[in-house]
């Protein structure tokens, strides 16, 4: 089911809260993503990943992987997310 918008903005206001919390940011980077703003949360999940790419059992990265598998591993949006978190 398509996320609210007021799904979106609670989201945010909890990452907003607390901005060390890599579960909140990565929660509204998939909300991001699922509601089509893609490179938004491309940039929430990159943002966690480089907060700390293992936390909760890699879930960072696990999530970048789902998001690039989602998208198209030929994407310009993927390319352009893993040169990044290669970086």
Not at 53 to 80: M, N, S, V
Request: glycine share 6%; net charge negative; proline share 5%.
């Amino acid at each position: 089911r398509p996320l609210s918008t007021t799904s979106l903005a609670q989201l945010a206001a909890q990452l907003e809260a607390a901005p060390a919390d890599i579960g909140a940011r990565l929660a509204y980077g998939k909300a991001l993503i699922a509601a089509g703003q893609r490179e938004e949360g491309l940039e929430q999940l990159l943002r966690a990943a480089q907060q700390d790419l293992h936390h909760d059992g890699d879930a960072p990265r696990k999530a970048l992987i789902d998001a690039f598998t989602a998208l198209g591993w030929e994407d310009p949006l993927t390319l352009e997310y893993q040169r990044r978190l290669s970086m």
